[in-house]
């Protein structure tokens, strides 16, 4: 009996949590670093199009839909611009590009990566509020739905909230002041595009930096144990 009590207690003892899970890229962004690598290995230069999108999206065996998601991903990380009429143009290096390189060899401190992320990210999520047209808030608000494809997905949600605000320049910004981020538009990116489809630019900006759903229900739970 006291051996099969100490043998409880052990197993009690042991470790309850194992190695966090790795999380696999989602379809739209390993396209993306295909669609990077293709550019790369063509050696094409910026100002060139990429094929038509029906075309494109032949050539890799999927969807329209994938593809312009990974479209919205490069625009976001500066590789293409996606015009309206022309396709997926390649971009030259901007001031953004060089920001990056900047804060990869000479980070600064948190706070004040928080303070410049926080002003850029309130900025997209306002133009997002102040431009984005029906369709676009169509698509977002069907994003938003359970069981969606982009339902779970922040990155997705995210970069819908981008393509909405048409500035690549501050999308790259963002990009480029991602380290060390809690996600893609702040905590909640959900809460961000809720405050898109209000059409209200000062909600869309707070919601970049209001705590995430996950911590607000958290912080409301209440105690338990207690005598």
Do not use: C, K
């Not at 009996?1 to 309850?16: F, L, Y």
């Not at 494809?149 to 981008?162: F, K, Q, R, T, Y």
């Amino acid at each position: 009996m006291g051996e099969g009590a100490g043998s409880r207690g052990r197993a009690r003892s042991a470790p309850s949590t194992g190695p966090a899970r790795l999380r696999r890229p989602r379809l739209y962004e390993q396209l993306a670093d295909h669609i990077t690598a293709f550019i790369e290995a063509q050696g094409l230069s910026p100002g060139e199009r990429l094929p038509p999108e029906r075309l494109l999206a032949e050539q890799l065996g999927v969807s329209r839909a994938t593809l312009a998601q990974a479209l919205v991903a490069l625009e976001v990380r500066g590789v293409v611009d996606v015009r309206h009429g022309e396709g997926a143009v390649l971009r030259e290096a901007t001031a953004a590009s060089e920001l990056e390189a900047a804060l990869a060899s000479h980070g600064p401190d948190a706070e004040d990566l928080a303070d410049a992320r926080g002003a850029v990210l309130g900025a997209l999520a306002a133009l997002a509020a102040e431009r984005a047209d029906p369709e676009q808030r169509r698509v977002l608000a069907a994003a938003l739905e359970p069981g969606s494809a982009a339902a779970g997905a922040p990155e997705a949600v995210a970069a819908l909230v981008v393509e909405a605000a048409g500035s690549p320049t501050l999308a790259r910004l963002a990009r480029a002041l991602e380290q060390g981020a809690r996600g893609p538009l702040g905590p909640d990116p959900v809460e961000v595009a809720r405050g898109v489809l209000t059409g209200d630019p000062e909600v869309a900006r707070r919601a970049t930096t209001a705590p995430s759903a996950a911590a607000r229900e958290a912080g409301a739970a209440p105690a338990h144990g207690h005598a």
